[in-house]
C-alpha cells in the first residue's frame, strides 16, 4: 500500500458545485497534514494546513479523520479558477520526510 | 524578498553528461529538499536537508548528490546523466522544528531533459 493515496481524477464539475475528495495515509504516527495546490506547469502552493478539529477558510474545509487514517477538502461554490491539481502532504511527528499525494486534478467546467 | 529561486528553468543534457541545478533561499530556512515530479507519480523526494553541513537520502536518491556548505543554497548534482532522470524538478524551503518540517516554500522548477 502507498504510504499517501489520492484518487487522480479527473474530477469535472459544473461552476458553482461543492465537490470534495480525500487522501488517505497508511503511518497511523502522521501528525502534520497539508493540502497544496498546483497549477499546470508551476510549483505546488500551500493552499491550507489540516488541523485535527478541521479548519475553513473562505470555500475551503479540510477535514482530518484520524481513526480512518484520512483527510479530505472541500470545496463550495467552485470558481473556474480552483481548476488546479490537489495534492495532500503527510509529515510523521518529529520526521523530516514529506509525503505527497500524487494528486487529484480537478476542472471547473463554465 | 526572493523566496525559493532555482536555476536554470530548463536544460537538455545528453546521456552520460554531469551538471549542478541551483536552489537559493533568502529566508533563512533550515530545511530544504528536492524533489522530482513525474507523471503519475507525484513529488518524490530525492534529497534533504535540515541545516548547513546537515543532508540525508529521500525516496530516490540513487544518481543524485548533494551539499549543504551555507544556509541559503542547497544544490543537486546529476553525476551521469541518464534518460530515467528526465523529469521536473522543484526545490523547496522551510522552518523546521521539533515537531516536524513546516510547510514548504518551492521554487518555481527545473525543467530537466536527458537525451
Known amino acids: 500500500r502507498k504510504e499517501v493515496e489520492q484518487d487522480p481524477g479527473p474530477f469535472n464539475v459544473p461552476e458553482g458545485a461543492t465537490v470534495a475528495f480525500n487522501c488517505t495515509y497508511s503511518n497511523s504516527a502522521s501528525q502534520s497534514f497539508f493540502w497544496y495546490r498546483q497549477d499546470c506547469r508551476k510549483e505546488p502552493k500551500l493552499l491550507m494546513s489540516v488541523y485535527s478539529s478541521g479548519n475553513e477558510d473562505g470555500r475551503f474545509t479540510a477535514q482530518l479523520n484520524r481513526a480512518s487514517q484520512y483527510i479530505s477538502l472541500l470545496i463550495r461554490d467552485s470558481k473556474l479558477s480552483d481548476s488546479a491539481t490537489y495534492l495532500c502532504v503527510v509529515i510523521p511527528f518529529g520526521n523530516e520526510k514529506l509525503t505527497f499525494g500524487t494528486g487529484t486534478r480537478l476542472t471547473i467546467i463554465p | 524578498n526572493a523566496g525559493v529561486t532555482q536555476t536554470p528553468k530548463f536544460q537538455v543534457l545528453k546521456t552520460g553528461q554531469s551538471m549542478t541545478l541551483q536552489c537559493a533561499q533568502d529566508m533563512n530556512h533550515e530545511y530544504m529538499s528536492w524533489y522530482r515530479q513525474d507523471p503519475g507519480m507525484g513529488l518524490r523526494l530525492i534529497h534533504y536537508s535540515v541545516g548547513a553541513g546537515i543532508t540525508d537520502q529521500g525516496e530516490v536518491p540513487n544518481g543524485y548528490n548533494v551539499s549543504r556548505s551555507t544556509t541559503e543554497d542547497f544544490p543537486l548534482r546529476l553525476l551521469s546523466a541518464a534518460p530515467s532522470q528526465t523529469s521536473v524538478y522543484f526545490c523547496?524551503?522551510?522552518?523546521?522544528?521539533?515537531?516536524?518540517?513546516?510547510?514548504?516554500?518551492f521554487g518555481d522548477g527545473t525543467r530537466l531533459s536527458i537525451l
Open positions: 523547496a524551503s522551510s522552518y523546521s522544528s521539533r515537531a516536524g518540517v513546516q510547510p514548504q516554500h
